[in-house]
Nanobody
Framework: HVQLVVSGGLLVQTGGSLRLSCATF????????IGWFRQPPGKERSFVAA???????MYAESVKCRFTISRNNANNTVYLQMNSLKPEDTDVYYC???????????????????WGPGTQVTVSS
């Protein structure tokens, strides 16, 4: 099995930056896609970005120019660097594990087998 430990989040002002971390522990971690999602109030978990072991990435259009996902295979940690944050980025953020490759299913939360705990990101004016 795979375990996820999430850190980062909390409070930041509009225009500021945060980095979220998702550390993975378990068997064959390199075989997994790691994705970041956020869950808007009253809505389904929404795709933000994902990264494969190779470093290949996928982004939601809404964050492509502001957020960067990366993967450090030495410590099995995936990072979401969030720049130019806006109040609408306020949300609970989750990282999850998906098998396979980057494809259309990568954008779908139901494709993920495991989730880390949520971390609150609040962007204030």
């Amino acid at each position: 099995h795979v375990q996820l430990v999430v850190s980062g989040g909390l409070l930041v002002q509009t225009g500021g930056s945060l980095r979220l971390s998702c550390a993975t522990f378990g068997r064959t971690v390199s075989a997994y896609i790691i994705g970041w999602f956020r869950q808007p109030p009253g809505k389904e978990r929404s795709f933000v970005a994902a990264v494969a072991y190779s470093g290949d990435t996928m982004y939601a259009e809404s964050v492509k120019c502001r957020f960067t996902i990366s993967r450090n295979n030495a410590n099995n940690t995936v990072y979401l660097q969030m720049n130019s944050l806006k109040p609408e980025d306020t949300d609970v953020y989750y990282c999850g594990v998906k098998t396979g490759r980057l494809n259309i299913a990568t954008r779908m939360p139901r494709a993920y087998s495991f989730w880390g705990p949520g971390t609150q990101v609040t962007v204030s004016s």
